[in-house]
């Protein structure tokens, strides 16, 4: 990977009461090989620093109005706050509406300002869906704010780590709803997906894998019949297209072949089906992607840890990992 990007990235402080304003201090403190600026509350970033380490504290914020204003510089972190300010003493560890909306807003800016041509990629630190309800924003997560921002209908929540990716089929939606969504259209959308990331990734030759919805995907028509007659023709449909595509593959299985080299990607049909074998090997190398945006946008793969906001133990190995991988990345490869 380039350590030069023509343009910054814009990593989102996330829900300030949480772990956020702490991870991208300690991200700056020990240094980026690349521009970035920050998006959201400069105070909370600011008092953050009181319990960030040794490093953090000697950080200067510079609030800026526009990317074309940041100066980047060792020791300096570039902050656009175009929001009200948060209170300064909004509690640590807390559902609180302000930082919800503080931590929405930053988001919309963010990736307004990649979609203008002013950002490379948006890069988001975790964000609370109670917070975010409790702002009057409705929407599940960061995935179907930036799909609505962006304007996209074709996008997907896509896990990597060192030894994994996965893409989902559904995402934000209950286990008794999956069957109902599982059609034609969906798998092979998520097939096309699945075969653009692993190319903004680097992968010349993507091999797909799809995981089956059901026990041993459907054993023929037994055990359901999503997998042969919905699931199987996507593949096949895929594999027309070019694609190296195969499967349904038992979901038992797959992502053990996928970890030892046999495949690229899997395509997992709901939720927990994909991020559980992801994340059971570990959060802190783990990046969500956002396939199908017409910008980048990476993301760390754990929560807001509003148990541990304000100890000044938070690790920012994930966020590094996905600034990393979104300063490697491409939004024009398919």
């Not at 504290?57 to 300010?85: N, Y």
């Not at 038992?250 to 991020?275: K, N, S």
């Amino acid at each position: 990977m380039s350590n030069i990007l023509s343009r910054p990235l814009g990593i989102t402080l996330g829900d300030a009461a949480g772990i956020g304003p702490e991870l991208v201090l300690k991200l700056h403190a020990t240094g980026l090989p690349y521009p970035a600026i920050v998006y959201g509350d400069a105070g909370a970033l600011a008092r953050a620093r009181a319990y960030s380490g040794a490093a953090a504290a000697s950080l200067e914020i510079q609030e800026i109005d526009h990317p074309r204003d940041a100066c980047f510089r060792p020791g300096l972190v570039p902050v656009i706050s175009r929001a009200t300010p948060l209170p300064a003493g909004l509690p640590l560890g807390r559902v609180s509406a302000l930082a919800g909306l503080s931590a929405y807003e930053a988001i919309c800016h963010a990736i307004d300002d990649t979609l203008a041509g002013h950002l490379h990629a948006v890069v988001t630190a975790p964000i609370h869906k109670e917070a975010l309800q409790a702002a009057g924003v409705d929407f599940p997560g960061h995935t179907e704010i930036l799909a609505t921002r962006c304007a996209t209908d074709d996008y997907a929540m896509v896990l990597v780590n060192d030894c994994l990716r996965v893409l989902l089929a559904t995402i934000h939606i209950a286990l008794s709803e999956v069957p109902a969504r599982i059609t034609p259209e969906g798998q092979r959308r998520s097939l096309a997906l699945a075969h653009r990331v692993c190319r903004q990734l680097g992968v010349a030759h993507p091999r797909i894998a799809v995981a089956g919805l059901n026990p041993h995907a459907g054993e023929g028509g037994k055990f359901g019949l999503e997998d042969r007659d919905i699931i199987a023709p996507a593949v096949a449909w895929a594999r027309a297209q070019g694609y190296d595509a195969s499967g349904p593959w038992p979901g038992d299985t797959v992502f053990m072949r996928a970890r030892q080299g046999e495949f690229d990607i899997v395509v997992a049909q709901y939720h927990d089906q994909g991020l559980i074998p992801v994340k059971y090997l570990g959060l802190d190398q783990g990046v969500n992607i956002t396939a199908g945006l017409p910008i980048v946008r990476t993301s760390v793969d754990h929560g807001t840890a509003f148990d541990i906001a304000g100890k000044g133990i938070a690790d920012e190995a994930s966020l590094r990992v996905a600034c990393d991988m979104a300063a490697a990345m491409s939004p024009e490869a398919r």
